[in-house]
């Protein structure tokens, strides 16, 4: 049974990398991250990553683009389009792509006001995809100067904390702004001091992060296939993490638990 992104408004619906070669990108994945990858109806320029029958995330060939960086970008699901770009311009940011029709719905890329970009997607969304529920593959935080102020941005251009019924909850815990839809976890907005400048290591971005089960071992086979580390293993009570580069330098997270169970 399909989901509109009607039903989960102001909610991530999708991750998605646009990589340089997509042959290349598949083969890092799977050694790195155990993805298996099947075609989708939209050519053969876009597939979709699976992990244990789930899917993970989509991986687009950036194809004739020339000097445009390879990066994983998070999309939310909004009921309208040209209204969410509208609310993007008025409230000076920048609008990048679109909205433009894409496959089943209509697709646009973004930047905030700090300069962290993201997409949003109106029409059918992937009904057994999900951020921060269950064991669920992935989940998201925007790392950005002053949280309150995007917090804000997004609530505003996404309708969080509408009060409509269906809407993602907003509240702040532990230094956090966290957003729910309904009981699930689904992204975190942490400030702080960023730099200016456009190195993506350090300026404010969305993080796209993927449970693995074995830290080491996900570290280990991304370095032996070309990727590189990109931050020094970080640990809380819970789990521990480590930003990567794969081997075009596209960005991204793996966290696995404390006590090694998957």
Known sequence: MSTSSHEIFGAPCWVSLMARDLVSAQRF??????????????????????????????????????????????????????????????????????????????????????????????????????????????????????????????GEVLDWAGGRPGCCAVSYEHAHVVLRHGRDTVARISGGALEAAPDPEVRPRWHVHFRVPDLEAVVEAAVRLGGRTASPVQTSTVSRWVVLADPDGALFTVVAPQDGSA
């Not at 029409?123 to 064991?135: K, Y």
């Open 29 to 154: 994945y799977a050694g790195a991250l155990g993805w298996d990858f099947r075609p989708t109806h939209l050519g053969g320029g876009i597939v979709v990553a699976f992990r244990d029958g789930a899917p993970v995330a989509g991986i687009g060939s950036l194809g004739g683009t020339g000097g445009a960086p390879a990066v994983w970008t998070p999309y939310f699901a909004v009921e309208d389009a040209d209204v969410t770009a509208a609310r993007i311009h008025e409230r000076g940011a920048t609008m990048a792509v679109g909205p433009v029709a894409f496959g089943t719905g209509r697709i646009a890329l973004a930047a905030d006001p700090a300069g962290a970009v993201f997409g949003f997607w109106q029409g059918e969304v992937v009904p057994d995809w999900s951020v921060g529920r269950g064991s669920a593959p992935a989940w998201l935080e925007l790392r950005t100067r002053d949280a309150f102020a995007a917090a804000i941005f997004y």
